[in-house]
């Protein structure tokens, strides 16, 4: 619908390429998680690591991802539509 309604008005629309973008996520809160098999380190197995950014697949990886665009977005102008939370519109 977005797309349509830019194509009739002649909008300028842009898009992001998300593929990588759970990496670049900062936690909130403390995460730790075991070494992974196979690259366990000898003689300290019973280690865990503290992970500094969200990885993909972790649970708090896409909220930790969409805090930081938003914040991004918000200090570059964008507004949050009020029917449509994973939209942002900037008039010029």
């Not at 842009?14 to 759970?22: I, N, R, Y």
């Not at 992974?36 to 990885?55: F, S, T």
């Not at 972790?58 to 507004?79: D, M, P, V």
Request: hydrophobic residues 40%; glycine residues 6%; contains cysteine.
């Amino acid at each position: 619908m977005i797309l349509a309604l830019a194509a009739q008005r002649g909008w300028c629309v842009f898009q992001l390429d998300v593929k990588s973008a759970f990496l670049h996520g900062k936690l909130a809160e403390n995460v730790y998680v075991e070494q992974p098999r196979g690259y366990e380190i000898k003689n300290e197995e019973h280690k865990v690591y503290k992970l500094n950014k969200a990885l993909y697949g972790l649970k708090q990886a896409l909220r930790a991802w969409f805090s930081r665009i938003e914040s991004y977005f918000r200090k570059e102008g964008f507004e949050k539509e009020d029917s449509e939370q994973n939209l942002f519109t900037k008039v010029k």
